[in-house]
T-cell receptor
Framework: EDQVTQSPEALRLQEGESSSLNCSYT??????LFWYRQDPGKGPEFLFT?????EEKEKERLKATLTKKESFLHITAPKPEDSATYLC???????????WGAGTKLIIKP | DVKVTQSSRYLVKRTGEKVFLECVQD?????MFWYRQDPGLGLRLIYF???????EKGDIPEGYSVSREKKERFSLILESASTNQTSMYLC??????????FGSGTRLTVV
């Protein structure tokens, strides 16, 4: 069965304390993996797409990496404004079906 | 700035009411989606549409229907609202598979 698991469910860090969020998956026919950021009371906002194992993408303090079984979202020297829920989603097949993880709630304390 | 606009941020409806959730996008996207989001469950696809007057069931279509009469507008209909449909509803649109733009969501409470 296709499955996406994000860990941890919640992560509290001090400002400047680097860490990683994990998205592990078992999906057949993976076509892409997406990372989104969601602020309270808002819809998810697109961050990255990764298509193949070994691929990496960066944006400001965030870097996303992909292996055959999992993806990491590394956050370097985070700031309080990085606090949000981070969602990963997998695209399989060609019918626009995304399989979503439950998200990691990240809290950065000043 | 491109946008997906959901007509209501908060709604409170009574059990058995027919509820309409409206979504409009200004990006000329062919594909539009309705999701619901519940704590610990992630986003679950209710319906999607890849063209005007076309619709496809997602993972949890029971109790819902949709309408897409114009390219920019995708409506979600709860035929007879029930308390287990209390949730955050998110509309999204996309031109390609790798960029979904979401609306701000409608938090629906059914009492």
């Amino acid at each position: 069965e296709d499955q996406v698991t994000q860990s941890p469910e919640a992560l509290r860090l001090q400002e400047g304390e680097s860490s990683s969020l994990n998205c592990s998956y078992t999906v057949s026919g993976l076509r892409g993996l997406f990372w989104y950021r969601q602020d309270p009371g808002k819809g998810p906002e697109f961050l990255f797409t990764l298509y193949s194992a070994g691929e990496e993408k960066e944006k400001e303090r965030l870097k996303a990496t992909l292996t055959k079984k999992e993806s990491f979202l590394h956050i370097t020297a985070p700031k309080p404004e990085d606090s949000a829920t981070y969602l990963c989603a997998l695209l399989k097949g060609s019918n626009y079906q995304l399989i979503w993880g439950a998200g990691t709630k990240l809290i950065i304390k000043p | 700035d491109v946008k997906v606009t959901q007509s209501s941020r908060y709604l409170v409806k009574r059990t058995g009411e027919k509820v309409f959730l409206e979504c409009v996008q200004d990006m000329d996207h062919e594909n539009m989606f309705w999701y619901r989001q519940d704590p610990g469950l992630g986003l679950r696809l209710i319906y999607f549409s890849y063209d005007v007057k076309m619709k496809e069931k997602g993972d949890i279509p029971e109790g819902y229907s949709v309408s897409r009469e114009k390219k920019e507008r995708f409506s979600l209909i709860l035929e007879s609202a029930s308390t287990n449909q209390t949730s955050m509803y998110l509309c999204a649109s996309s031109r390609d598979r790798d960029l979904f733009t979401f609306g701000s969501g409608t938090r629906l409470t059914v009492v």
